[in-house]
């Protein structure tokens, strides 16, 4: 199992680069925005990603537990870069299940599974 302090910061830049991807995708622009609202949202989760990502690696947590708990968090996708270019709460709600998948998909990446 990887150290997850040495695979942070590609976790990271992998959901913000995502982030901008999906942006660039669901609304052809705002792709620094969307860039800083993944940011925002992985330094609040930081606290709790890393110890239930090791879970994870270690077979504490299954995939599915693992995806539980990062949607748990969706409420502190707060997208306030977003919303300040005036985007439709569907739209918003769009790119916030999108980075929910990035987080999943980066962490499980990022630890091998």
Not at 1 to 12: E, R
Not at 38 to 49: D, N, P, Q, Y
Not at 55 to 69: D, I, P, V
Not at 72 to 95: D, M, P, T, V
């Amino acid at each position: 199992m990887p150290n997850l302090d040495d695979v942070w910061d590609t976790f990271s830049n992998s959901v913000k680069d995502g982030a901008g991807e999906l942006a660039q995708n669901l609304f052809q622009e705002w792709k620094d925005p969307a860039k800083e609202d993944a940011s925002e949202f992985i330094e609040m989760t930081r606290e709790k990603l890393p110890k239930w990502t090791k879970a994870l690696a270690q077979g504490h947590l299954t995939k599915s537990e693992f995806n539980l708990l990062i949607r748990s968090l969706e409420g502190l996708a707060e997208l306030n870069a977003l919303k300040a270019k005036g985007l439709a709460k569907q739209k918003l709600e769009q790119f916030r299940v999108g980075l929910i998948s990035l987080v999943v998909n980066a962490a499980v990446g990022a630890v091998g599974l």
